[in-house]
């Protein structure tokens, strides 16, 4: 009993620098930004204590209600193009094509490069004045158009971008699953007179269901998050109309300094995390189970 209790000693030890990492850069970071937002603040010192006051300013606020709307569109809109278009890209992948080493080494480069250097490639292809893409556009259609700063194309083109940046991962994930798929049952399906669509319908999808909704609920915490591209390609324009959650902490925070309010809607952002975390969580233990 003694040398098991030793044991345990040991491994508590050996662990503690970790677990004291852990918490100097997770948890007591969560419980300042808590503690922050129930106070008023100038700079970054904390006030008056004003309770919930800024989390219900927040809900009420015209603009608030707007980067909820906005974050929602900018997470909802890329994974509605990037997990198709993703899933598409690995089930080409899969088959035996020419070249499949060079394509998943090519494809896979936009998610390697960081989202600064997306940024700023992009803006310049997409600028008015010099940018390739609207040097063709001017030769074809006599004038230049702004996609980042028109209130219209604004959010459509974030996404695409966002996108390109960020299929890859899906992709490699469900490239992953695919390939765990013994090629037999699509044989014996074959056998069976089922056609392609049948096959993917009834065998592939259903094979890979955990994989696409963990793909899913990654990516959508990476979205949610994401304050980067947005910030260098639009910083929120034209008129807010891309302005997302984590746009909003950091002008917040860092161009305004309201840090009790700026950390009232981090607050938000960390329980969304949990929620889709927990979902994460239940489905990786439902896949554990089956």
Same mark, same amino acid.
Request: hydrophobic share 55%.
């Given at each position: 009993?003694?040398?098991?209790?030793?044991?345990?000693?040991?491994?508590?030890?050996?662990?503690?620098?970790?677990?004291?990492?852990?918490? !100097? %850069?997770?948890?007591?970071?969560?419980?300042?930004?808590?503690? %922050?937002?129930?106070?008023?603040?100038?700079?970054?010192?904390?006030?008056?204590?004003? *309770?919930?006051?800024?989390?219900?300013? #927040?809900?009420?606020?015209? %603009?608030?209600?707007? =980067?909820?709307?906005?974050?929602? @569109?900018?997470?909802? *809109?890329?994974?509605?193009?990037?997990?198709?278009? *993703?899933?598409?890209?690995?089930?080409?992948?899969?088959? &035996?094509?020419? $070249?499949?080493?060079?394509?998943?080494?090519?494809?896979? @480069?936009?998610?390697?490069?960081?989202? %600064?250097?997306?940024?700023?490639?992009?803006?310049?292809?997409?600028?008015?004045?010099?940018?390739?893409?609207?040097?063709?556009?001017?030769?074809?259609? *006599?004038?230049?158009?702004?996609?980042?700063?028109?209130?219209?194309?604004?959010?459509?083109?974030?996404?695409?971008? =966002? @996108?390109?940046?960020?299929? &890859?991962?899906?992709? @490699?994930?469900?490239? !992953?699953?695919?390939?765990?798929? &013994?090629?037999?049952?699509?044989?014996?399906?074959?056998?069976?007179?089922?056609?392609?669509?049948?096959? #993917?319908?009834?065998?592939?999808?259903?094979?890979?269901?955990?994989?696409?909704?963990?793909?899913?609920?990654?990516?959508?915490?990476?979205?949610?998050?994401?304050?980067?591209?947005?910030?260098?390609?639009?910083?929120?324009? &034209?008129?807010?109309?891309?302005?997302?959650?984590?746009?909003?902490?950091?002008?917040?925070? $860092?161009?305004?300094?309201?840090?009790?309010?700026?950390?009232?809607?981090?607050?938000?952002? #960390?329980?969304?995390?949990?929620?889709?975390?927990?979902?994460?969580?239940?489905?990786?233990?439902?896949?554990?189970?089956?």
């Amino acid at each position: 009993m003694w040398k098991q209790w030793d044991r345990s000693w040991l491994a508590l030890f050996f662990l503690a620098p970790s677990l004291l990492l852990v918490v !100097a %850069v997770t948890f007591y970071p969560i419980i300042y930004a808590i503690r %922050v937002s129930l106070h008023e603040t100038f700079y970054l010192n904390t006030t008056k204590f004003v *309770g919930f006051q800024h989390y219900v300013r #927040f809900l009420l606020d015209v %603009v608030g209600q707007r =980067n909820l709307w906005n974050s929602f @569109v900018y997470t909802v *809109g890329s994974l509605a193009v990037a997990i198709p278009f *993703g899933l598409a890209l690995a089930l080409l992948l899969n088959m &035996p094509i020419r $070249f499949r080493t060079l394509f998943r080494t090519l494809i896979i @480069v936009p998610w390697i490069v960081s989202e %600064v250097v997306t940024a700023l490639l992009w803006s310049w292809l997409l600028n008015p004045q010099f940018g390739p893409i609207n040097y063709f556009i001017r030769e074809w259609f *006599g004038a230049p158009f702004d996609f980042l700063g028109n209130i219209g194309s604004a959010m459509a083109t974030l996404i695409l971008i =966002n @996108v390109w940046q960020s299929f &890859p991962y899906g992709m @490699v994930l469900l490239l !992953a699953a695919l390939q765990s798929i &013994p090629n037999e049952m699509h044989e014996a399906a074959k056998v069976d007179g089922a056609s392609a669509w049948q096959r #993917f319908w009834r065998i592939t999808l259903p094979l890979i269901h955990n994989t696409l909704l963990i793909t899913i609920i990654m990516l959508s915490l990476h979205y949610f998050n994401m304050v980067t591209l947005v910030f260098i390609l639009t910083g929120g324009g &034209p008129v807010g109309v891309t302005e997302v959650l984590s746009l909003r902490v950091f002008r917040e925070a $860092f161009s305004f300094y309201h840090m009790g309010f700026a950390s009232a809607v981090a607050v938000y952002i #960390f329980i969304f995390n949990i929620v889709f975390s927990l979902l994460y969580i239940k489905i990786l233990r439902t896949e554990a189970y089956d």
